[in-house]
């Protein structure tokens, strides 16, 4: 199918009051459900296709159906049912160093083949946002190559099922930089990835294909119909995030956080001792 080529004007909308609410179909003119480029003042935006032909894709179609979601609140307040994959940052408050996703020890299959998608993903990215992808891969260089995902641009992801997700920004990636999305669906309607500034939602088919900047654009996913019992639809969503630039190497985190817990327990020592000897 040939691409098509959409220009879009921005709407005069207030992103505060759109962020958190629900989407709605009624909130977009347009649907895109084919190949298709949005371009606004002449410069690509987005880009979807409606229908992606490779043997990895289709691993990872069968392995996202294998996995164990959970349901959570995340930092930005959305509800959603997901696991996160590839690489975590550290976090210092519950003493966990950078590591790998915790869908790598529990479900290490599916795991390496929504990783192993991530190259034919990375290539379509490079062919329609080739300075995007180019500055990406620059600021890439930044993070040890340990916590990438090998043949992409990429440093983790989230896997979402059947989430109806209510309009955000992403926060905490690159920046100038796209993520990427494939689609999975089947006895499903709705479910469109809405972008109510530019007046656009896409269909977001099975095996599609969408890359765009997800901390410009304002986007959410309109209610999901399942139309039967074994209904879904999954989304994988390929991003690099800014904290992997402050990981060590693996041994360097692991020695760290050691020394964190050491010096922990001695801070938690010297409280002890004090009390005793204020009590004597």
């Known amino acids: 199918m040939a691409m098509r080529y959409l220009s879009a004007t921005p709407r005069d909308i207030d992103p505060r009051a759109l962020q958190k609410r629900s989407a709605q179909e009624s909130d977009c003119d347009t649907l895109v459900a084919d190949d298709c480029t949005v371009q606004v003042n002449g410069q690509t935006k987005i880009v979807y296709i409606a229908r992606l032909s490779h043997p990895e894709v289709e691993r990872a179609r069968a392995a996202v159906q ?72 620059e600021v890439a260089t930044r993070v040890r190559e340990q916590w990438m995902i090998p043949g992409s641009v ?49 269909e977001i088919g099975d095996r599609s294909l969408i890359l765009f900047d997800g901390q410009k654009l304002l986007h959410g996913v309109t209610p999901i119909r399942r139309l039967s019992e074994d209904a879904f639809r999954f989304t994988i969503v390929y991003y690099s995030l800014k904290q992997m630039w402050n990981c060590d190497t693996v041994r360097g985190e692991v020695d760290a956080l050691r020394e964190r817990r050491t010096a922990t327990e001695r801070r938690k020592a010297a409280h002890v001792k004090k009390d005793e000897a204020g009590h004597t």
């Open 66 to 137: 294998g996995v164990k979601y959970s349901t959570s609140t995340r930092t930005s307040g959305l509800v959603s049912t997901s696991r996160i994959f590839g690489y975590a940052p550290r976090n210092t408050l519950r003493g966990h160093p950078c590591r790998a996703t915790s869908m790598a020890t529990d479900h290490p299959q599916e795991h390496a083949a929504i990783c192993n998608a991530a190259p034919a993903v990375d290539s379509y990215y490079q062919k329609f946002f080739s300075e995007t992808h180019a500055h990406h891969r």
């Open 154 to 202: 990429f440093t983790s992801g989230i896997v979402h099922y059947n989430n109806p997700l209510q309009y955000h920004f992403d926060a905490g990636n690159f920046s100038q930089v796209c993520s990427a999305m494939i689609g999975f669906r089947h006895n499903t309607q709705g479910g469109h990835l809405a972008c109510p500034e530019l007046g656009i939602a896409f």
